[in-house]
C-alpha cells in the first residue's frame, strides 16, 4: 500500500512540475514591422537610367528569355518593387525624355521587358 501512495504523490509531482514548466514558457508573439515612414527610395543613381528609353520606343518582340539590354542589366540587381521605384524616379525626373504619359504603364512596360513583374504597382504621386 505504501509503494502505491509513493507511485501516486510521484506522479502527481511530476505532473504539476511538467504544468509549471509549460506555463511559464509561453511563446513570445511575434511583433509586427514598424509601419514605414519614410517614402521608398531607389538605391541606385535615377540617371544612369536613361539607357531605358529605348525600352519603351522599341516594338521588338522578344521569344524566350528577355535580351540583356543595359536597362535590363542595371534594374537587375535591383528586387522588383526597388526597381519600379527607381524607374518612377527616372521618369518623373523626365531622365527617359518622356512627355505627358502613363508613369505606372511605361514603368510595367520595361519590366516586363526586363523579366520583371510588380503587379498592380502605381507610382507615388509627388
Known amino acids: ?38 517614402q521608398a527610395h531607389c538605391p541606385i543613381d535615377v540617371l544612369k537610367l536613361d539607357v531605358c528609353a529605348d525600352l519603351l ?11 540583356a539590354t543595359p536597362c535590363c542589366s542595371l534594374l537587375r540587381g535591383l528586387v522588383d518593387h526597388d526597381a519600379a521605384v527607381c524607374l518612377c524616379g527616372a521618369i518623373r525626373a523626365n531622365v527617359l525624355d518622356i512627355i505627358d504619359v502613363d508613369i505606372s504603364g511605361s514603368v510595367e512596360v520595361i519590366l516586363n521587358k526586363c523579366g520583371k513583374s510588380v503587379s498592380g504597382f502605381q507610382c507615388e504621386n509627388n
Do not use: D, E
Open 1 to 38: 500500500m505504501a509503494s502505491k501512495a509513493h507511485a501516486t504523490s510521484l506522479l502527481l509531482t511530476l505532473n504539476l512540475l511538467l504544468f509549471i514548466t509549460l506555463s511559464s514558457c509561453a511563446p513570445t508573439p511575434c511583433s509586427p514591422p514598424p509601419p514605414s515612414s519614410q
Open 57 to 67: 520606343n522599341s516594338v521588338t518582340v522578344t521569344i524566350g528569355s528577355p535580351r
